[in-house]
């Protein structure tokens, strides 16, 4: 069974401060991939990342950057110098490839992120 | 760029009605899955489809159906609806299996 993990239900920064979300998986499977999506107010899921379990560099996207640590089964995002258009709901997801439904995602509880001006 | 089709973006229906809740994947994608986000909760896998089978089923109750057509947009129909099938309801299309998915923008049902 998979499961994510994203301990930190909600967060509150000011704009600039920078800000980590926390996410933790469990899987069987040896080849997977790790996934950021962000869900702004008005609904939709936006793709951040997808992540390759045999690719530990971290990536850093502007503002954005991810931290995946295969030994501690982490794959962290952090948003540097926030600012008010970065708040939303994210998730962190995990799909598994030793079975056909490569993109079945399974999504941690998602982190609400607000940033106040 | 073109991006995944979710009609209609919202929907009313009373209990014990129908729904049947439409999806077109970016041109070209094989590939489609249907999410579940009841208020406050993460996406729940319900079911997929590629190349017009089903690939693999997740927490989809018996009242819901769903299917891909030789165009590969999907239908997701859902009968004797519930309260509890207030929901956004996120399709996903991927070339292939083993490729990122895009969502849509969803459709929000309310069944009062």
């Known amino acids: 069974a998979q499961k994510v993990t994203q301990a930190q239900t909600e967060i509150s920064v000011v704009e600039k401060e920078d800000v980590t979300l926390d996410c933790v998986y469990e899987?069987?499977?040896?080849?997977?991939?790790l996934f950021w999506y962000k869900q702004p107010p008005s609904g939709e899921l936006v793709f951040l990342i997808r992540r390759n379990s045999f690719d530990e560099q971290n990536e850093i996207s502007g503002r954005y950057s991810w931290n995946f640590q295969k030994s501690t089964s982490s794959f962290n995002f952090t948003i540097t110098a926030s600012q008010v258009v970065d708040s939303a709901v994210y998730f962190c997801?995990?799909?598994?490839?030793?079975?056909?439904?490569?993109?079945?995602?399974?999504f941690g509880g998602g982190t609400r992120l607000m940033v106040k001006p | 760029a073109a991006g995944v089709i979710q009609s209609p973006r919202h929907l009313i229906k009373e209990k014990r009605e129908t729904a049947t809740l439409k999806c077109y994947p970016i041109p070209r994608h094989d590939t489609v899955y249907w999410y579940q986000q009841g208020p406050g909760q993460d996406p729940q896998f319900l079911i997929s489809?590629?190349?017009?089978?089903?690939?693999d089923k997740g927490s989809i109750p018996d009242r819901f159906s769903a299917q891909q057509f030789s165009d590969y947009h999907s239908e997701l129909n859902m009968s004797s609806l519930e309260l509890g099938d207030s929901a956004l309801y996120f399709c996903?299309?991927?070339?292939?299996?083993?490729?990122?998915?895009?969502f849509g923008q969803g459709t929000r049902l309310t069944v009062v």
């Open positions: 899987t069987r499977d040896t080849t997977y991939y």
């Open positions: 489809f590629y190349e017009k089978m089903q690939s």
């Open positions: 996903a299309s991927s070339f292939t299996l083993n490729t990122e998915a895009f």
């Open positions: 997801a995990l799909s598994g490839r030793n079975n056909n439904a490569g993109n079945m995602l399974t």
